[in-house]
């Protein structure tokens, strides 16, 4: 097994709308992929209220225990978006309006025609001592406080904020998976499946059912480090199934 | 304000696969607006591995804090289906299998013409005093233990088994809720509406932005538990909108 070091992640999405139901989390399973991409482990997710303890309390759990903590949402213009007081209150710092951050977006109010209001004066505020996270979005920039990246709730701008994030990271070993479509529901093939994963203890064998409204299938998921013990584990699942297969052409007969 | 009591709950959905990106959840949400609409308030979300500890650390925590705990997922007949080993170990109960539970999938086998495997046995296991959480999908049932709600993960049978739990909840006073479609972007309004915020502290207004690929916009969000207070607020709301666009109709000519 490799020596490298495993690099762990955690979310921390931030807003009343998301715990409404208002507004469907679009986020979360993004950062998921490109962060198992990037051979970096995100071990868990919480989703918080707009309310300055509970993010506290979620950021300082998540902060000391992953490599990473990545948060969405409350860094707009409104009074509602409280998520960088809250994160300065996490670290002990002052919040304040960043003079970086006060320059780029004075200039493009400038450019705009459009005026600076207290609002949008806002969104330079950041916690004292924070890196920025660029924004070619809408410009207002996210940022970084020691392992914390604090990026925008709308997607779109989450998307382009983690794009200039992900090359900054330290990357851990790529996790590989293949995956293998089964036709069979879960109740099938459990015990066989079972058997297999034992018998491939250096890989992940992860069964994941679909209902199509009619039927049950599954798609069996493998993953590891090596791909060649990922493909010996997915040869006796393949085999598996076409046992399965045969015996159930054998039993219609 | 009224004195009936909160009625709050947090949600836990339990899976490598969502944590990986493969599988995008989708009944975080669902859950939060049917709980909105019983006016049940969904405080706090977790996703978490397929991890025994995990799970019981989660659980542990949640189910002290809130009324009411909903699990999604783990609950399948495959050998990374730990759900209801966790769920037992975080109560401190045995996890066995179900007498009833056994003898109501048992006779859907039979009826179906197919083998009762032990991985279908599996889904009859629960913690030992577990109440049956009905699954008119595809039977196997989801479960109860104190105030903790085990449902299944795929979506079509969480949602079922989700019909059959909500009537046997206590529910809080429900959340009335009303909204303005702004076409401004948060920084045209973001002062005016924190003005209008302090002057209706009986409402919660929220702002949540929205990016077309070209200009932003802005929903209006207006919440609590009282209609007129809501649409003095929203009353507000149109005025401070109507003046900032004259405003800006002056401002082209």
Redesign the interface.
């Known amino acids: 097994m490799s020596k490298a070091p495993r690099v762990t992640a955690a979310a921390l999405a931030i807003g009343?709308?998301?715990?409404?139901?208002?507004?469907?989390?679009k986020n979360?399973?993004?950062?998921?992929?490109?962060?198992?991409a990037a051979g970096i482990?995100?071990?868990?997710?919480?989703?918080?209220?707009?309310e300055q303890e509970?993010i506290v309390e979620a950021l300082n759990a998540l902060r000391a225990r992953y490599t990473y903590v990545f948060t969405s949402g409350g860094i707009?213009?409104?009074?509602?978006?409280i998520t960088a007081d809250a994160v300065s209150a996490a670290f002990g710092v002052a919040c304040d309006h960043d003079a970086d951050a006060v320059a780029l977006l004075g200039a493009m109010y400038v450019e705009r025609g459009?005026e600076f209001?207290?609002?949008?004066r806002?969104?330079a505020r950041m916690p004292v001592g924070s890196r920025h996270i660029e924004n070619p979005?809408?410009r207002a920039p996210g940022f970084v406080i020691g392992n914390v990246y604090v990026m925008a709730?709308?997607p779109?701008?989450f998307q382009a904020m983690l794009d200039n994030v992900l090359p900054t990271l330290q990357t851990g070993i790529k996790?590989l998976?293949d995956k293998v479509d089964c036709p069979f529901g879960?109740?099938?093939?459990?015990?066989a499946?079972?058997v297999i994963?034992k018998a491939h203890p250096d890989v992940?064998?992860?069964?994941?059912?679909?209902?199509s409204?009619q039927k049950?299938s599954t798609e069996i998921?493998i993953?590891g480090r090596d791909l060649q013990a990922i493909n010996n584990a997915k040869a006796d699942v393949e085999a598996m199934l076409s046992d399965i297969a045969s015996h159930k052409a054998a039993t219609v007969v």
């Open positions: 009343d709308e998301l715990l409404s139901g208002r507004t469907k989390d979360i399973g993004h950062l998921a992929e490109m962060l198992t482990e995100l071990e868990e997710v919480r989703i918080v209220p707009d509970r707009g213009p409104t009074h509602d978006d459009m209001t207290d609002a949008r806002r969104m979005v809408s709730g709308v779109a701008v996790i998976s879960e109740g099938d093939i459990g015990d499946l079972a994963a992940n064998i992860g069964s994941y059912p679909r209902f409204g049950f998921v993953r």
